[in-house]
């Protein structure tokens, strides 16, 4: 994986999981944590007191700065799903190098806060994020499915996936939360309607590439 070459323009599956295969996300404060990271860390604006600002995210739910982040971002977040274990996004390369910082930041950024928090010490994450090229529109459209699917893995939310509040799938068949900072148009485009695209979902035999099985299912 690491000898693609990320493009500008493109589109990426990029996942990770815990260490050991161990939950990395225990309760709302770390789920908010991760999601403010990946949110705000689209561009390189910096948050001094990050504490203090996701505090502020939770209340708020967006901040003031959403619009520069938005003008100045390097990835275009397009869809997400955070499990207690890993995590999966869609990500588009906006600026050379972009979604390579991006990551860098958000995954140090958490690990940090999670060793502080838990009282430990070394990786949180299991060795570097993994990512695939997404080649064509089906394999987008099947991936965004099998992303959206993933909190069926978890019995309180099988067949209601659309309300993991965790997930971009409550956005794209919802409200969109986040605004400019969430970017899933070149999916919500292909349907004519949400309740499409959520027939799409629930029916899909969500197909993603040999490659990301292998990595999905061992690493």
């Known amino acids: ?123 949180v994450f299991q060795g570097p994020y993994r990512f695939v090229h997404i080649d064509n529109n089906e394999q987008l459209l099947h991936l965004s499915a099998y992303i959206h699917r993933n909190p069926r893995e978890l019995s309180k939310w099988v067949n209601r996936e659309d309300q993991y509040q965790w997930s971009s799938y409550f956005d794209l068949v919802s409200d969109n939360r986040w605004e400019g900072l969430l970017v899933f148009s070149i999916i919500l485009e292909q349907f004519k309607s949400k309740e499409k695209y959520r027939e799409f979902v629930k029916t899909s035999t969500a197909k993603v590439l040999n490659e990301e099985l292998l990595y999905l299912e061992n690493f």
């Open 1 to 123: 994986m690491r000898d693609i070459k990320i493009s500008i323009g493109e589109h990426y599956h990029v996942f990770n999981r815990g260490v050991h295969k161990q939950t990395v996300f225990h309760d709302s404060g770390d789920y908010h944590r991760f999601l403010f990271l990946i949110l705000y860390f689209q561009s390189p604006s910096n948050f001094p007191q990050v504490g203090r600002s996701v505090q502020e995210f939770v209340k708020h739910r967006v901040l003031d700065n959403e619009a520069d982040i938005v003008k100045n971002r390097m990835v275009e977040l397009v869809s997400f799903c955070i499990m207690p274990n890993h995590f999966h996004l869609i990500l588009k390369e906006v600026e050379e190098g972009g979604i390579s910082a991006y990551m860098q930041r958000v995954l140090n950024a958490y690990s940090k806060y999670y060793n502080t928090k838990y009282e430990k010490s070394g990786h």
